[in-house]
């Protein structure tokens, strides 16, 4: 049989790519091949083919691998197309060609590549390999890379320098050519669970168990990857080698034109286009005026290195540079030394000062989005690809910030907000640092652009007409940006200060509060500490404002109070808190529902009147009469403060009389104001902890997130445990038969926590009427004198309250409940934790241990405790550890926060050993697969019960032995899986609640409690 001289192997699930890299070898290298074989799997249109033919001869092969389905459902599979097994065939086709070569499609064509075909006809076959003399790309690669562990069986070097399968040529002068076709679809079966590359790696095995003389191609001539800064120009082929390529990346479409050329030749041919509106993703915004040209240099670096991932850049963005009139010449100059065709240099032909350059720089933007930073700033590597991510994915967010870190004259870390915090944050300072941001350009278009004739707020006051129009905001809590501070810059002008105050000013008019000259320098955060004259002054306007807000809803009440909270304490410790100062990294899920601090918002709010507070005063005047005496004595204090101050306060009888009604109005109002009075509907949830559990923290969230999803329609007044003695009485007189009781859920309940068990018994023993929810909960009560004392008393107390509903969380504990209570309803759950569920998308290295030290309630014993970190150091040295635990108290405002920050602990990990509850439930919230030890008491056993179907949680209780093994087991783990979290336990809850609460049962009261 004759053979065919040279042919092209192409494949592709796009048909387009395929005629244009046809097009491309008939105008650089007509004649080299005499067929091109195009293996599909979907049908190639009719229309396709007759134009592919009328380019050069050509064979059509319909495609199916000889591979079991299932390969195509692991994760590495699924990255690719079935056609990347074609490259198997080519030994097979050798009895019909002399030479045979394949190529991706992803390339631009520019000269001869017959070259690659002389090299096959050497030795018999020819590859791109990435060693430092043939290297393609920035850095040397080895073939370690295709795999995920070593295969079995056989030795192979994977040190060794990797061989590329996007290019490589094979002629008939290869031996044994029969045999590699089958061996490489068996290797693919065989080592489907460890290929990283799957294709890649079978290939350069083959090469070592065949012992194939390989001749290298040199990669940067035919092989460029077009690399940021790399000059490509010059090679035969130039390969767009990842996720950046010339139809989707801005930096190669304008780099490299001739790309375009073909796709247009295609088109025009009749052929389909692969896009039809090619243009920057981003438009990157920088007005300059007299700029410093070596840190506008270091800015500019910044953005040229932009990244999506360690090994990828990240460019599809256009850098648009607004420079004044006065330093254009300046400017120009400094340009012609970047070679970059995404920068677009404008000058202005006068002055338009910031505001109007940003305005111009928007009307010729061509970026779906619009981002800012100033000319002496810097991004952090990846800033340009996560805010992108996080609009592409939120389609509902209109704004995308980020934490951010002031350099230069000033040291400091700052966090933004996001959703109802951002926009309650606007109400006193302006909500996000200017240069951080990335929003939405269809959303500012038209009339919501920057004003013009207003100097030195201008971000802020555009910020707050977004605001009115629905805008929403995203702050990825991580530091993208580096704000360089200048000591003398615009920020701290007078100019400024007196613009930032009269926006505060009609903000807070805006709720009803008019704020007096005295205290208006006061009211934005920044202004350090003050006298306690002028915090009861702040107090008592945001106070007001707070109520009246309740009548206006202009702000998420939640929110507005946070923020009034945190203006009040710098205002009393000359300290921004932490939450806004200090870089507290906190995961913000992409749904608005899971945003930093969960804001419960109810469905309808009544309005709050002062009618109302006097109507209610009277009848629990005794009760506040104590507090009352109080706030005399303060007032008596405050009277003193006022003498001094006597001639900057002309009437100070009148003063006196003003702090004092203020004094009780504030009192009265902080306590009752958030739970609506006696109007609304309300879920009490009580007994949240403020220790420095982290895993209680967790579960406080949780319970938040399971009130706002199922129960949106109540108003929720949490009282944590620490308040639970002071805030009592409150709750007493407030509480209307209607209310629903959560008390929190955790691992308390028992004669361990005899402080929390007394809240338990307390409140159920209280509040008869009320339908009361223990939240899942592991009992636990010693069997000594004093265990069976503290059930005894729970069993009476728990016993005589008809609504009450306990659930557990696990099978032992509902056996112990019915037990210890039989007539109280049981139901067993899962822990009100895993209502969380976070995708941070970090990239995952190492192990992290959570397990308890010797002393804190430890399963294991000291030998014991030794072997299992012995074992961990023999698979990593380095391994990181946490404990669960804060340090210090938790409050209410932090616990956000702390969670988070402790959840990305475990999302950064591969695996996770443990042996604490919430080092597992955390390690599933992340879906970080994890192997769990035994502890001092059932309650991690019976939990691991709920994820025996898991492929991802591995339980051992105290076999040490089986450690090591459930660790390699972990490891392999790519994709965790929870059946147990698709079954809708959490809705199953709900629906009983609702169910529960909606029942007119008659309550029969119990006389003869002890009260506890």
Excluded at 83 to 112: C, G, H, K, P
Excluded at 397 to 420: A, P
Excluded at 523 to 544: H, N, T
């Amino acid at each position: 049989m004759n053979k065919k001289k040279n042919a092209v192997m192409l494949a592709d699930t796009r048909p387009s790519l395929v005629g244009m890299v046809l097009l491309q070898l008939q105008e650089t290298n007509k004649g080299l091949f005499d067929e091109a074989i195009i293996y599909y799997i979907d049908e190639i249109p009719e229309s396709n083919r007759n134009l592919m033919l009328s380019i050069m001869p050509c064979r059509f092969i319909n495609y199916s691998p000889p591979l079991p389905d299932r390969l195509f459902d692991l994760p590495r599979f699924k990255q690719f197309s079935k056609l990347m097994f074609v490259r198997y065939e080519m030994f097979s086709l050798l009895d019909e060609y002399e030479t045979i070569a394949w190529m991706d499609t992803d390339i631009l064509i520019q000269s001869n590549i017959a070259g690659i075909l002389d090299l096959a006809r050497i030795t018999g076959y020819s590859m791109v390999r990435e060693d430092p003399k043939n290297k393609t790309s920035k850095n040397v690669d080895h073939m370690r890379t295709c795999f995920i562990e070593l295969p079995e069986g056989k030795e192979y070097n994977l040190q060794s320098y990797l061989f590329h399968s996007g290019l490589m040529a094979v002629s008939d002068k290869l031996e044994e050519r029969k045999e590699l076709t089958k061996y490489c679809y068996d290797k693919t079966v065989e080592w489907a669970e460890i290929l990283s590359l799957p294709d890649q790696g079978v290939l350069n095995a083959m090469i070592q168990d065949f012992d194939i003389s390989v001749s290298p191609i040199r990669g940067s001539d035919y092989c460029c990857y077009p690399y940021y800064g790399r000059d490509c120009s010059n090679a035969a082929i130039i390969h767009a080698w990842g996720n950046n390529k010339f139809w989707n990346d801005w930096y190669l479409h304008e780099l490299y034109p001739g790309w375009q050329e073909y796709h247009d030749k295609w088109v025009a041919l009749g052929g389909q286009s692969l896009k039809k509106d090619f243009r920057p993703a981003i438009s990157i915004l920088i007005p300059v005026f007299k700029p410093d040209i070596g840190w506008f240099g270091e800015c500019l670096d910044s953005i040229m290195g932009q990244t999506q991932s360690w090994y990828e850049r990240y460019s599809d963005f256009e850098i648009i540079v607004i420079s004044e009139s006065k330093n254009g010449k300046d400017v120009r100059s400094f340009f012609d030394s970047y070679v970059d065709p995404r920068i677009i240099l404008l000058v202005n032909n006068k002055r338009l000062g910031i505001a109007g350059s940003l305005n111009r720089g928007m009307q010729i933007a061509r970026g779906d989005y619009i981002a800012r930073i100033d000319d002496d700033d810097l991004m952090a590597q990846e800033r340009m690809f996560k805010q992108k991510k996080c609009l592409d994915k939120n389609p509902d967010i209109m704004l995308c910030s980020s934490d951010f870190e002031y350099f230069g004259d000033m040291q400091e870390y700052r966090r933004t907000f996001s959703y109802e915090m951002s926009k309650a944050w606007s109400v006193i300072a302006c909500p996000f640092d200017h240069p951080t941001i990335m929003f939405r350009r269809e959303f500012f278009l038209g009339d919501l652009l920057y004003d013009e004739d207003r100097s030195h707020v201008e971000d802020w006051e555009l910020w707050l007409r977004a605001f009115e129009r629905g805008m929403v905001v995203h702050s990825i809590p991580e530091i993208l940006t580096r704000h360089r501070w200048h000591a003398n810059g615009a920020g701290g002008t007078k100019k400024t200060v007196a613009a930032m105050r009269e926006l505060v000013k009609k903000n807070m008019e805006r709720l009803g509060v008019d704020i007096s000259a005295e205290v208006l320098p006061y009211v934005g955060p920044w202004s350090g500490k003050v006298d306690e004259y002028i915090c009861r002054k702040l107090d008592a306007l945001f106070v007001k404002a707070l109520a009246n807000n309740y009548e206006l809803l202009l702000y998420d009440p939640d929110s507005l109070k946070t923020i009034y909270e945190y203006r009040l304490h710098e205002a009393k410790t000359g300290q921004l808190p932490a939450e806004v100062a200090g870089h507290i990294s906190s995961y913000i899920s992409s749904e608005r529902t899971q945003q930093w601090a969960v804001s419960l918002q109810p469905a309808k709010r009544k309005r709050l009147k002062y009618k109302i507070l006097d109507s209610l005063f009277k009848p629990i005047y005794k009760q506040f009469k104590c507090e009352i005496q109080d706030v005399k004595k303060e007032v008596s204090d405050v009277k003193k403060e006022v003498s001094d101050v006597k001639k900057e306060v002309p009437d100070v009888k009148k003063e006196v009389s003003d702090v004092k009604n203020l004094e009780y109005e504030n009192q009265f109002l902080k306590k009752v104001f958030y739970s609506d009075l006696s109007t609304s509907k309300k879920i009490f949830l009580l007994g949240t902890s403020e220790h420095d559990n982290i895993g209680d923290s967790a579960i406080t969230i949780g319970t938040y997130e399971f009130i706002r999803r199922y129960f949106s329609e109540y108003r929720l007044v949490e009282v944590t445990g620490y308040y639970m003695q002071t805030d009592f009485q409150y709750i007493s007189s407030f509480m209307r038969d209607n209310d629903v009781i959560f008390l929190q859920g955790g691992g308390n309940l028992g004669s361990m926590y005899t402080v929390e068990e007394d809240i338990r018994r307390r409140v159920i023993e209280s509040f008869p009427a009320n339908k009361i929810f223990i939240l899942p909960q592991t009992i636990w009560f010693s069997d000594d004198e004093r265990g069976k004392a503290e059930l005894d008393k729970s069993a009476k107390v728990y016993g005589c309250h008809n609504g009450l509903v306990l659930f557990t969380r696990g099978k032992e504990s509902l056996s112990l409940a019915k037990a210890y209570f039989p007539s109280v309803r049981c139901m067993n759950m899962i822990d009100m934790a895993l209502m969380l569920s976070r995708d941070y998308a970090f990239d995952r290295k190492g192990i992290l241990t959570c397990i308890r030290d010797l002393g804190d309630e430890s399963g294991l014993d000291e030998e014991i405790y030794n072997e299992v970190f012995d074992i961990i150091r023999k698979i990593e040295l380095n391994y990181q550890q946490t404990k669960n635990r804060y340090g210090k108290s938790i409050l209410p405002l932090m616990t956000g926060e702390v969670v988070n920050n402790e959840l990305m602990k475990y999302a950064r990990s591969k695996i996770v050993v443990t042996d604490r509850l919430h080092g597992m439930l955390f390690s599933v919230i992340t879906k970080t697969p994890c192997v769990v030890m035994g502890s001092y008491t059932h309650k991690i056993g019976e939990f691991s019960e709920f994820f025996a179907d898991s492929n991802a949680v591995f339980f051992i209780g105290k076999d040490i032995s089986k450690l090591q093994d459930k660790m390699a087991r972990a490891f392999l783990v790519t994709e965790p899986k929870y059946p147990i979290l698709e079954k809708g336990l959490f809705d199953k809850m709900a629906d009983y609640i609702r169910t529960t609460t909606s029942k007119a049962t008659k309550q029969e009261r119990c006389r003869e409690i002890t009260h506890v």
